[in-house]
């Protein structure tokens, strides 16, 4: 099964220490037992556009839809037998430490 690791921000999570960044370590472990498919960082919420489509009209505007303290900084797509794998997969990421990790199971539309 499919599952998407969201990596996020958490202002209130153990203080980034570089030291205990493994995250070279994470993704080699991953990909080399099949469970990573992808992932990235992605650009910061001041780097957002919000898109709406409104009566017809485009509305673009800058950053994120939602203010919150929590913000997406990355993803992981998982390659797992069940979620309880995933989630061990995402506990051993750095950011269950510095932020945190949302995983949840790809819902196709078949």
């Keep these: ?12 999570a153990e203080p980034y220490n570089p030291e205990h960044d493994n995250i070279g370590e ?5 990909d080399s ?27 673009v505007t800058d950053g994120p839809f939602a203010q919150t303290r929590v913000t997406v900084a990355g993803y992981d797509v998982l390659e797992c037998k069940n979620l309880d794998e995933a989630v061990a997969c995402a506990a051993k990421h750095p950011m269950a430490r510095f932020g945190r990790i949302e995983v949840r199971e790809f819902w196709p539309f078949t």
Excluded: F
């Design 1 to 12: 099964m499919k599952y998407l690791m969201l990596v996020c921000t958490d202002p209130d």
């Design 26 to 30: 994470w993704v080699a472990e991953m």
């Design 33 to 59: 037992s099949g469970r990573r498919d992808s992932g990235d960082r992605i650009r910061p919420p001041e780097d957002a556009k919000t898109v709406r489509v409104r009566g017809g009209k485009l509305l």
